[in-house]
């Protein structure tokens, strides 16, 4: 694979189980348009976009056209570090790459799908990150609202209130 090719020449995870809200595009292709690219993708050796097919999406709607291609065996870490970036902006982008998540949603019956081949084929689950109570959680039952839908997405923010239990600050 050459270093650098254009955007459109990525192939997007057609499984992909990850859903995102209109919010949550917008809220990536804003970062992207405010601050620049500062997160990688994953492709696999196909040259799939096997994570970060939100990242692209909001690149092609900030403009951007172009992708570096690295080039790993998974051995090492691959970081960039954006020399430009610092104070509030550094601080404003790790605020906005953090929300985006925040704001997108699993597709349920897909999920259920891709962890039932990864079960037949004997995969570890424990390494996506899920135990066992957690998926049972996720699979049985219908969420109470979907964060996809406009309506519901003052319910999504209420859903993440947290309080501190040394100051009480809830946020």
Known sequence: MPDTIYIDE??????NVRRRTERSTEV????????GAGRSIVLDRDGVVRA???TVEGAKAAGIDRVRVIESDGSELIAIKRTDLSGADATAYAIADNR?????TWDFEGLDEQLGSLVDAEFDIDAIGFNEDEL???????PEFDPADESDQGQLDSKKLTTCPNCNHEF
């Open 100 to 104: 985006a998540a925040d704001l997108s």
């Open 52 to 54: 970060g097919n939100g």
């Open 28 to 35: 990536i292709a804003n970062s992207l348009k405010q601050f």
């Open 136 to 142: 049972a959680g996720m699979l049985d039952k219908t």
């Open 10 to 15: 990525l192939t997007p995870d057609a499984e």
